[in-house]
């Protein structure tokens, strides 16, 4: 089956610097990559989500890469936020066949 | 406000005692799912619905069941909880596709003992 790898488990960066969170995985019949946000106390929040016919998304200040050779895709937040503060989860998927799989989250602090 | 709504957020049980965490939504999605989340293993999915009476098996789905007799609710069934099923449990849904989850539910904290 699918697995999905997600790194750094914590990252730490001060306000206004980037943030890149990296994820790898291993069945080449993914097509679908989301990320989502979560809050302390609140469920998972999709924020972004990319084909695998697409190679780069951006909303504002969220962006994401995919390189479907490498099988890796990479979250990018830059102008860092306190509010931007959360675990992050990576996902893939084979739409329409089965589940998404999750990344083991990554835990951002933006420092003030 | 589109949302997904479970009920309880938090439920302590005792061992076998048969329980229920309901789940609604409604943005008149067909597609709905229940995960559960434990600390360094992720989300996993324990059940998903394609449509009414339409459902299926996730990657975990030992211990639990579900139902889908209306669109909008989901709910999930624990006939006999254990210990090995205390966890944070989250309802989700989206507009069709299997594995396409856009929306998430609060949550539920089940602790059993």
């Known amino acids: 089956g699918e697995n999905v790898e997600q790194h750094p488990s914590t990252l730490s960066v001060q306000e206004g610097d980037s943030a890149v969170i990296k994820c790898t995985y291993s069945?080449?019949?993914?097509?679908?990559f989301p990320w989502y946000k979560q809050e302390l106390g609140k469920g998972p929040q999709l924020i972004i989500d990319i084909r695998s016919n697409v190679g780069e998304k951006k909303d504002q200040r969220i962006a994401v890469t995919l390189n479907k050779t490498a099988k890796h895709f990479s979250l990018h937040i830059t102008e860092t936020q306190p509010e931007d503060s959360a675990v992050y989860f990576c996902?893939?998927?084979?739409?329409?066949?089965?589940?998404?799989?999750f990344g083991s989250g990554t835990r951002l602090q933006v420092q003030p | 406000e589109a949302q997904v709504t479970q009920n309880p957020r938090y439920l302590i049980t005792v061992t076998g005692k048969k329980l229920t965490v309901t789940c609604s939504q409604n943005?008149?999605?067909?597609?709905m799912s229940w995960y559960r989340q434990d600390p360094g293993l992720g989300l996993r999915q324990i059940y998903y619905s394609m449509n009414v009476e339409v459902t299926d098996k996730g990657d975990v789905p030992e211990g639990y069941k579900v139902s889908r007799k209306e669109k909008r609710n989901f709910p999930l069934i624990l006939e006999s909880p254990s210990p090995n099923q205390t966890s944070l449990y989250f309802c989700?849904?989206?507009?069709?596709?299997?594995?396409?989850?856009?929306?998430f539910g609060q949550g539920t904290r089940l602790t059993v003992v």
């Open positions: 943005m008149n999605h067909e597609y």
């Open positions: 989700a849904s989206s507009l069709s596709d299997h594995g396409t989850e856009a929306f």
């Open positions: 996902a893939a998927g084979d739409t329409g066949r089965r589940a998404l799989t």
């Open positions: 069945d080449s019949a993914s097509n679908y």
